[in-house]
């Protein structure tokens, strides 16, 4: 989660990372594209329980 805390951080401070200064919706983007990519592949089931694990 340490990622998301520095999104959420940079978010509220309005810091720009590499230009881009919205790096909430990036980051939910990219969770939802590796979320789909593992549920294709099978491992759909493993993500939910290290996402549970990790909350």
């Not at 940079?10 to 990519?37: M, P, Q, R, T």
Request: charged share 30%.
């Amino acid at each position: 989660m340490h990622m998301t805390d520095l999104a959420a951080e940079f978010h509220l401070s309005n810091k720009e990372v590499d230009g881009v200064d919205d790096i909430e919706f990036w980051i939910h983007k990219l969770f939802n594209k590796i979320c789909g990519y593992m549920t294709k592949n099978g491992f759909g089931d493993l993500w939910d329980e290290e996402f549970k694990n990790r909350c």
